[in-house]
């Protein structure tokens, strides 16, 4: 498989923000779109999760890597195709950031309790319940699918902040 091109905010906001189709029962085509998405995310080392929108593919796909909110690193990337959020709560403010958007941050609102259905990139069905930063990251990717960015989510221009403005490197990257 390989890695694709990003589409930026800048110059594919139209694309970005289009609604995904759910994916067909074809496991070939999943697969190769999953591993198209981890080959992408792998060679950008801040990003902790991708939407098949942002690699220009309007299909319900993502790839998120868990534990990022622990200090200790993350996993690796994990396929999810056709994501459906079940329930979600305990609201709060967090870090968001996109490679879409490079270099802008924020705080937003998300919620830090999910439970997911979805199929895995085995093919397998699952329903999985998230905490934390990784019900997080989920949250953020299935946006995309809906053609939600996370500068949507910033309740004014003036929360937004640019790279150079953000923490030493070190602290957590962005979905």
């Known amino acids: 498989m390989a890695a694709r091109p990003l589409l930026?905010?800048?110059?594919?906001?139209?694309?970005?923000?289009?609604?995904?189709?759910?994916?067909?029962?074809?496991?070939?085509?999943?697969?190769?779109?999953?591993?198209?998405l981890k080959d992408t995310l792998l060679r950008h080392p801040n990003g902790i999760g991708l939407a098949a929108p942002q690699i220009g593919v309007h299909k319900r796909a993502i790839v998120v890597c868990f534990g990022a909110g622990t200090g200790a690193g993350h996993g690796p990337p994990i396929g999810v195709i056709n994501p459906v959020i079940l329930e979600e709560g305990r609201e709060?403010?967090?870090?968001?950031?996109?490679?879409?958007?490079?270099?802008?941050?924020?705080?937003?609102?998300?919620?830090?309790f999910l439970r997911l259905r979805g199929i895995d990139e085995r093919g397998q069905a699952f329903e999985w319940t998230l905490d934390g930063f990784d019900a997080v990251v989920v949250h953020h990717e299935v946006d995309h699918l809906n053609g939600v960015l996370f500068i949507d989510r910033v309740s004014s221009p003036d929360r937004l902040h640019r790279e150079d403005d953000e923490p030493e490197a070190g602290e957590r990257s962005g979905p």
């Open 92 to 112: 709060r403010l967090d870090f968001d950031g996109c490679l879409s958007i490079p270099g802008l941050y924020a705080e937003t609102v998300r919620p830090h």
């Open 8 to 36: 930026l905010f800048e110059t594919s906001e139209a694309a970005l923000r289009r609604v995904s189709e759910p994916l067909a029962d074809e496991p070939d085509e999943a697969r190769r779109l999953i591993a198209d």
